[in-house]
Structures are given as structure tokens and as C-alpha cells.
């Protein structure tokens, strides 16, 4: 996981981005219906939530796991240079039209961080560093850099590095590894599943039972874990977990967690 102070939501110095940038539709995570670029009911003149306390109590689910990996205050604070949508509406369109491109971007930099901290992916760390500035170069560029950047492009060439080092950190597990990528394993009864150093990249795991699994080095890179139980599951050394995915699972004082990841308030 990565410690980069950077890379981590900062609401206080954001302009509440997420809260008016990007719509959402009503359903199990979301009480209302709310367009983009229309700032949300429970958003306060200060830019904080209303209802921050009681969001998974009042059906904003979906607001509890959403992460932006430090993209709105980057946005708000370096590319706006600290003006408001309020305070200056002319640029509301293109702060808007920044913030998801930014969101992307600072999670690939989250990711390829992590991946750089990785031992047994040593040989591929020139690579992992050399994206990451390019990245970083790009996130400091105007609206208009921003915008017109070729994001698939950039995310599908940090994905091959990414997995090139998840591979070699997981070639060195003991044992035949799974390969569940992209697997529907909604449900599934996965309770002490040995799936240390499996691929479970971008698996849909709702409301799977994973009570005592073993996930240690599994490859974790946009799983599902939706109301997932984690329940005594040892996760110490997955690799590309995210605090968002931990929020949106279930779990309990038992689960263990890989260092600098925090348990989840509700479990």
C-alpha cells in the first residue's frame, strides 16, 4: 500500500469534487439520483458532507467506498489553483471534466508506488519509476493537458507493468496459485480458501463467504468485495488492496490487513 501523503483523499482541501462532479443513480448505494456536475443534497457550503457520520445509515453505500486517491485536492488546489467552482463558475465544466481524468490517474500512481516497494519485482522497478514520473509530470499539467490525455492508452501499459510485478512476486508462493481473473464469484462459498498468490484481478466477489481464506500475496487489483465477508481472512501482503475495497467488505477484529490499511468503521 501506498504512504504517499499525496495519495490519499484530503476533503478538507478539496472543492467536494466527487460530490457534485460525478452522477449516480438510485439504487442500494445511493438514496437519490443526482446528475453530473449537480452538486449533491447533503453538500454543505463548506464543501464537507452533511451526513458524513451517517452516510451507510441514510443509503449513500456508495459514498462510503468511493475513493478519489488524492485527485480532488490535486485538482482543487494545483490545476485550479485554489479558486472554486463558486467562486469562479466560468471553470465548473472544465473542473468537472478534469477531476474523473485526474481520478484515474492518481490511482495508477497509487498502484505503481506500491508496485515499487515490491522486492521480488526489483527487475522491473526502472519501468515501474520511469511510468510514474511520466504520470506524475502529466497530473501537474493544465485542464486542457488533462482532457486530452490518452487514458485507456495509459492505463493499459501501467496494467501490463502492474501484472508483470504481481507475477514475480507471486512466482515465489508456495504451491499452485488459482487464476480467477475477472471470474463471477458472486456468492461463492469461499470460506478457508487457500488462494494465497491466486489472480483475482478485477473478480466479482459480492457477498462472497471468504471467512478465514487465506489471501496473502493474492493479486487483489479491482476485485469486487461488496458486502464480502472477511471475517478472520488473512490479507497481510495482498497485493493492490485499497482502503476502498476493505470499506466496502465486511469483516471483523480477527481479519488481518496488509501495513498502512485500517479496518473498515463498520465492521
Known amino acids: 500500500m501506498s504512504e504517499n501523503l499525496e495519495l490519499l483523499s484530503d476533503c478538507a482541501n ?3 469534487l466527487c460530490c457534485v462532479a460525478l452522477p449516480f443513480a438510485r439504487s442500494a448505494d445511493f438514496a437519490v439520483t443526482k446528475p453530473a456536475g449537480t452538486p449533491c443534497k447533503n453538500l454543505r457550503t463548506d464543501f464537507r458532507c452533511g451526513i458524513h457520520t451517517e452516510l451507510r445509515t441514510t443509503g449513500f453505500t456508495g459514498c462510503t467506498v468511493f475513493d478519489c486517491f488524492g485527485a480532488g485536492q490535486k485538482v482543487s488546489q494545483i490545476t485550479f489553483e485554489g479558486r472554486s467552482w463558486r467562486e469562479a463558475p466560468e471553470t465548473a465544466g472544465a473542473m468537472y471534466e478534469v477531476f474523473p481524468v485526474m481520478r484515474q490517474l492518481h490511482e495508477l500512481l497509487y498502484y505503481l508506488t506500491e508496485a515499487g516497494t515490491l522486492r521480488a519485482a526489483k527487475s522491473v522497478h526502472g519501468q515501474l519509476r520511469a511510468a510514474l514520473e511520466r504520470i506524475e509530470a502529466l497530473t501537474r ?3 486542457a493537458e488533462l482532457v ?5 492508452t495509459i492505463r493499459q501499459e501501467v496494467g501490463e507493468l502492474l501484472l508483470r510485478a504481481s507475477e514475480l512476486v507471486r512466482a515465489g508462493v508456495p504451491g499452485k496459485k488459482r487464476n480467477h481473473r475477472g471470474a463471477d464469484l458472486m ?3 469461499l470460506a478457508g480458501a487457500n488462494l494465497r498468490g491466486a489472480n483475482l484481478r478485477g473478480a466479482y466477489l459480492i457477498a462472497a ?3 478465514r481464506a487465506d ?3 493474492a493479486d487483489l487489483i479491482g ?3 461488496r458486502d464480502a465477508d472477511l471475517t478472520g481472512a488473512d490479507l497481510t501482503g495482498a497485493l493492490f488492496l485499497t482502503q476502498a475495497q476493505l470499506n466496502a467488505a465486511r469483516g471483523n477484529a480477527s481479519t488481518r490487513l ?3 490499511l485500517r479496518r473498515a468503521g463498520h465492521w
Open 215 to 217: 489471501l496473502r500475496e
Open 187 to 189: 456468492g461463492a462459498r
Open 209 to 211: 463467504d471468504l471467512k
Open 141 to 143: 499539467g493544465t485542464a
Open 223 to 225: 476485485v469486487d468485495f
Open 258 to 260: 496488509p501495513s498502512g
Open 148 to 152: 486530452a490525455a490518452d487514458v485507456p
Open 14 to 16: 478539496c472543492f467536494g
